[in-house]
T-cell receptor, first 115, second 113 residues
Framework: ETGVTQTPRHLVMGMTNKKSLKCEQHLGHNAMYWYKQSAKKPLELMFVYSLEERVENNSVPSRFSPECPNSSHLFLHLHTLQPEDSALYLC??????????????FGPGTRLTVL | KQEVTQIPAALSVPEGENLVLNCSFTDSAIYNLQWFRQDPGKGLTSLLLIQSSQREQTSGRLNASLDKSSGRSTLYIAASQPGDSATYLCAVLRGTSYGKLTFGQGTILTVHP
């Protein structure tokens, strides 16, 4: 595997389900990100982990719960979602340097549909 | 709050044309600017990254320029091909120790044979 991978690629869930999205980066990076892409809206940053510590949480509802167990893996745990949460969820990684952040590399995304 | 605007929202051109996509941002205190390509239902592919101290970057048929003081960037695509059809996204990175990208809504490009 190379680059940034995400599983599953597609997910359909009911509003009472609990599911998790997984992201893995094979680039040796030290920062990982979750973005949400809804129809007709710009990509929105949800969470940032730098050196496995959450450094940004953009007022995301608590029904989204991120987890970063190590620098290569990032999860997004989903619980009691709403239909408006249906979107493409993208993971990215970068190597944050002493002089500042570097280019972000994106995974293929998970297309989530909430019924 | 940083806002990024891309014009036009959609563009349809015949194969072979040279074209320009525009991006503007409201806060000039950026660390860098990236142009991405997104194919339908897929993730993002980074095309070009311009540091705030740079004026332009080139990769093959693509050339991106940055005028930080006026809050503008352009992506120039030379000799367009049907395979260039995709959504092109502009994103600016603020100057923090970690990446915080703010994206525009994108330009949907269609190149027809």
């Amino acid at each position: 595997e190379t680059g940034v991978t995400q599983t599953p690629r597609h997910l359909v869930m009911g509003m009472t389900n609990k599911k998790s999205l997984k992201c893995e980066q094979h680039l040796g990076h030290n920062a990982m990100y979750w973005y949400k892409q809804s129809a007709k809206k710009p990509l929105e940053l949800m969470f940032v982990y730098s050196l496995e510590e959450r450094v940004e949480n953009n007022s995301v509802p608590s029904r989204f719960s991120p987890e970063c167990p190590n620098s290569s893996h990032l999860f997004l745990h989903l619980h009691t979602l709403q239909p408006e949460d249906s979107a493409l969820y993208l993971c990215a990684s970068s190597q944050d340097l002493a002089g500042g952040p570097s280019e972000q590399f994106f995974g293929p995304g998970t297309r989530l549909t909430v019924l | 709050k940083q806002e990024v605007t891309q014009i036009p929202a959609a563009l349809s051109v015949p194969e072979g044309e040279n074209l320009v996509l525009n991006c503007s941002f409201t806060d000039s205190a950026i660390y860098n600017l990236q142009w991405f390509r997104q194919d339908p239902g897929k993730g993002l592919t980074s095309l070009l990254l311009i540091q705030s101290s740079q004026r332009e970057q080139t990769s093959g048929r693509l050339n991106a320029s940055l005028d930080k003081s006026s809050g503008r960037s352009t992506l120039y695509i030379a000799a367009s091909q049907p395979g260039d059809s995709a959504t092109y996204l502009c994103a600016v990175l603020r100057g923090t120790s970690y990446g915080k990208l703010t994206f525009g809504q994108g330009t949907i490009l269609t190149v027809h044979p």
